[in-house]
Each structure stands twice: as structure tokens, then as C-alpha cells.
T-cell receptor, first 113, second 113 residues
Framework: GAGVSQSPSNKVTEKGKDVELRCDPISGHTALYWYRQSLGQGLEFLIY????????KSGLPSDRFSAERTGGSVSTLTIQRTQQEDSAVYLC???????????FGPGTRLLVL | GENVEQHPSTLSVQEGDSAVIKCTYSDSASNYFPWYKQELGKRPQLIID?????GEKKDQRIAVTLNKTAKHFSLHITETQPEDSAVYFC????????????FGKGTKLTVNP
């Protein structure tokens, strides 16, 4: 079946602009995760959804970052007033439940000029 | 909560040699340990996993061992090939609890031809 998809695959924006990243999880997966990966670095956890609720937002770096999930499916990660340090690959993953194997999307490469 | 340490951070081997990556975890209740491989510019992909009711699992050239007493688990790659070059992430979780999967910081493996 279809895997996790993300859009856009690449995004270049100017400092101060808002961006919205989208994640389409595997059908039937109730858990959805957002990670950030800077060049050559590990996986930085941002937020996790169980259904439409976000029990763990502990990884969001600042109040410029927010995420939502509707209908227990698609999720969007919004970064307001982007800064250069926001440049990274943003990865989404989903799993059947929050304790099971996570499957990753291809990521969105964000470059803030 | 769980904490996962991964070593080494970089590993360079000659083609045909074996490679071993080690991870330790802090929560003795953790019972599921997946390994992900991330090739340059691509998404992390699950390559092998092990549950706490077994001590070793093998899939062709890849094997994972688990020592519950010492709270560590290792990835073994035999007869390494250049296409094994990637970043490898270990992770741990207690399936049935309320915590999310916790990742190690990754090991960059380079297989020299």
C-alpha cells in the first residue's frame, strides 16, 4: 500500500515568512509524528499525535511552531516568522499505534534565506 | 523516561569486514528495539527489529543481539558492502506503556571499497 507522503518535497522561503508543511500518513495509522533533522544530525522529536490530539508537544522549539491533525489523517506543521535556523529536513512518520514501528515519509527540505 | 545512547557516532570499515553498532537503554521495561537505516538524502527505513523475548535475530547479513540484563543491544553487519554506507539509528520503547519511541543519535557507517 501507499507509504507516508509529505509535501512539498522542497521549500525555499524568506526569513520572516510563514510556511506550512503537510503529511499524509499510512491509511489506518492512528499515530503521527513530526521530527526535524538538521544536516548530518539525528532525529529531533517535535510533536506526536494520537488521533487528532497531541499528547506530547514537548519537542516544539518555540511558539512559532504549531501543528494540527484533522480527521485522524492529514497533519500540517506550521512555522511562523521563519528564521534561518529553521532550515532543516522535516520528517513525518506514522504508526498503527504510538508504541509500534514508525514508518517515515520522504521529508520536506526547508531552506530559509 | 527512556534514554538511548548509541556508539560509535562514526564507523569506517573496509568492504567485506564486519561492522558493529551498540546501543544502551535506561528503562528496563523497554521491550521493543528497532533499527533504522538512513541513506544520504533519503528517509529512515526499518531494517530489523527485536523484541525482548528473544536474544538474537538474524536477516541475511544483518543481525541484532539483545542483552536485557545489561540493557544493551547491538546491530551486526557482516560482509559489508559499499551500499551499506548510511546512518543507522537504534530505538527503544516499552510497548504497552505511554511513552513514545526514543531514538539514539545515529552512527554514520562508511564502507570503503
Amino acid at each position: 500500500g501507499a507509504g507516508v507522503s509529505q509535501s512539498p518535497s522542497n521549500k525555499v522561503t524568506e526569513k520572516g515568512k510563514d510556511v506550512e508543511l503537510r503529511c499524509d500518513p499510512i491509511s489506518g495509522h492512528t499515530a503521527l509524528y513530526w521530527y526535524r533533522q538538521s544536516l548530518g544530525q539525528g532525529l529531533e522529536f517535535l510533536i506526536y499525535f494520537q488521533g487528532n490530539s497531541a499528547p506530547d508537544k514537548s519537542g516544539l522549539p518555540s511558539d512559532r511552531f504549531s501543528a494540527e491533525r484533522t480527521g485522524g489523517s492529514v497533519s500540517t506543521l506550521t512555522i511562523q516568522r521563519t528564521q534561518q535556523e529553521d532550515s532543516a529536513v522535516y520528517l513525518c512518520a506514522s504508526s498503527r499505534s504510538y508504541t509500534e514501528t514508525q514508518y517515515f515519509g520522504p521529508g520536506t527540505r526547508l531552506l530559509v534565506l | 523516561g527512556e534514554n538511548v545512547e548509541q556508539h560509535p557516532s562514526t564507523l569506517s570499515v573496509q568492504e567485506g569486514d564486519s561492522a558493529v553498532i551498540k546501543c544502551t537503554y535506561s528503562d528496563s521495561a523497554s521491550n521493543y528495539f528497532p533499527w533504522y537505516k538512513q541513506e544520504l538524502g533519503k528517509r529512515p527505513q526499518l531494517i530489523i527489529d527485536i523484541r525482548s523475548n528473544v536474544g538474537e535475530k538474524k536477516d541475511q547479513r544483518i543481525a541484532v543481539t539483545l542483552n536485557k540484563t545489561a540493557k544493551h543491544f547491538s546491530l551486526h553487519i557482516t560482509e559489508t558492502q559499499p551500499e551499506d554506507s548510511a546512518v543507522y539509528f537504534c530505538a527503544a520503547i516499552y510497548q504497552g506503556g505511554s511513552e513514545k519511541l526514543v531514538f539514539g543519535k545515529g552512527t554514520k557507517l562508511t564502507v570503503n571499497p
